[in-house]
């Protein structure tokens, strides 16, 4: 724990924290809000999309290792995804044991007008800090957890609640209906 010269010190760095953390926070979350009422779907869901956007399709596993999450967390996403028939699940030529995600012409119109979610600029911010800053930020960003008594474990996706109410078919056909 580093020592303070005054107690004003600690009082100002806290202050400092509060603040990046209410922008930081307050910024995706507006963000992705933003991306739910343009698009219909959530932050998670378009960051999903649009990685299956740029090849010729993945699996569950795929995915979950590019959102650096769980593949329970990514296969529920995909599965509302299937639902609104903006992802087709199909069985891999090359080994009929595994299942390939592929978007669907709806989920790659929807992908065309999107904005970049806010997981995707997150990544890319981290990807630009140097291995010393992200250290850094672990060890700050454990420390507060372990103080806030936060469980140690896997969260579903940015901004993805499981048990958040559905978005209605209606949104995401009015964007459709835009994309043409």
């Known amino acids: 724990m580093p020592r303070f010269r005054s107690d004003r010190s600690r009082e100002t760095i806290e202050a400092a924290v509060l603040h990046r953390l209410r922008s930081l926070v307050g910024g995706l979350g507006q963000s992705a809000r933003a991306i739910e009422e343009r698009t219909g779907v959530t932050n998670a869901q378009l960051f999903l999309l649009q990685h299956l956007a740029s090849g010729d399709g993945s699996s569950v596993r795929d995915l979950a290792a590019r959102a650096h999450t769980g593949q329970s967390a ?71 957890s372990r103080s806030m008594r936060l469980p140690d474990h896997a969260s579903p996706m940015l901004f993805e609640n499981p048990a958040r109410r559905r978005i209605a078919r209606g949104a995401i056909r009015r964007v459709m209906r835009r994309a043409t």
Request: glycine letters at 8%.
């Open 74 to 144: 990514v296969s529920a996403i995909v599965g509302r995804l299937v639902a609104r028939r903006l992802v087709r699940r199909a069985r891999s030529p090359v080994d009929g044991r595994s299942v390939v995600l592929t978007l669907t012409d709806s989920g790659r119109a929807l992908v065309r007008r999107a904005p970049e979610p806010p997981t995707t600029r997150l990544l890319r911010a981290l990807a630009e800090l140097d291995a010393r800053e992200l250290r850094a930020l672990v060890q700050g960003l454990a420390g507060l």
